[in-house]
């Protein structure tokens, strides 16, 4: 199946930094998922976007549906330890029920 | 909160065995999906579920097969384990309404 692409893949910052990923397709998409994995854990929701151009915030978590619907954006701010994990997106597109997943981008904070 | 439990964190089966997964869901959703998770290959869905007694195939089903006799409930079932099935599996459930998916803590199965 097909696979979203995020970049970075990984990244190493420091702690308080602000950081910035995003995802790209091919395809337009209807609605915008970003989830994160902590290590042997499954992904947890953070924020979902319905519509292009929505601009959505969850805490220090700031994320917007590109306005080509083939792009999203993921930003943390001020970022801490326990930010570290991977990002991953998903986005919908049409009248299915299944996402299509990114490749996710890993994020490593250092004190 | 949303719930979604799954029977195992961790197993260790060997080749062979007939394995079960069991994904649990306290809200009522209509849809849940298993995936598998694997480095350098994300996520990737075997199989869905939309209703009671109902299943699609998704990209990976071969292997594998799936039962979903009661709509808070759906297991994925493993017919003879083998090692290129060792493998993070992840139950997801999803509102027959909305996209969003909410994923179970994970089963990581080790086949030897």
């Known amino acids: 199946g097909q696979q979203l692409n995020q970049s970075p893949q990984s990244m190493f910052i420091q702690e308080g930094e602000d950081v910035s990923m995003n995802c790209t397709s091919s395809s337009i998409f209807n609605t915008w998922l970003w989830y994160k994995q902590d290590p042997g854990e499954g992904p947890v929701l953070l924020i979902a976007l319905y519509k292009a151009g929505e601009l959505t915030s969850n805490g220090r978590l700031t994320a917007q549906f590109g306005i080509t619907r083939k792009d999203s954006f993921l930003n943390i701010s001020a970022s801490i330890p326990s930010d570290v994990g991977i990002y991953f997106c998903?986005?919908?597109?049409?009248?299915?029920?299944?996402?299509?997943f990114g490749t996710g981008t890993r994020l490593q904070v250092t004190l | 909160d949303v719930k979604v439990t799954q029977s195992s964190r961790y197993l260790v089966k060997r080749t062979g065995e007939k394995v079960f997964l069991e994904c649990v869901q306290d809200m009522d959703h209509e849809n849940m999906f298993w995936y598998r998770q694997d480095p350098g290959l994300g996520l990737r869905l075997i199989y869905f579920?939309?209703?009671?007694?109902?299943?699609e195939k998704g990209d990976i089903p071969e292997g594998y097969s799936v039962s979903r006799e009661k709509k808070e409930r759906f297991s994925l079932i493993l017919e003879s384990a083998s090692t290129n099935q060792t493998s993070m599996y992840l139950c997801?459930?999803?509102?027959?309404?909305?996209?969003?998916?909410?994923f179970g803590p994970g089963t990581r199965l080790t086949v030897t």
């Open positions: 579920s939309y209703d009671v007694k109902m299943k």
């Open positions: 998903a986005g919908q597109s049409g009248t299915a029920s299944k996402l299509t």
């Open positions: 997801a459930i999803q509102s027959g309404s909305r996209y969003e998916q909410y």
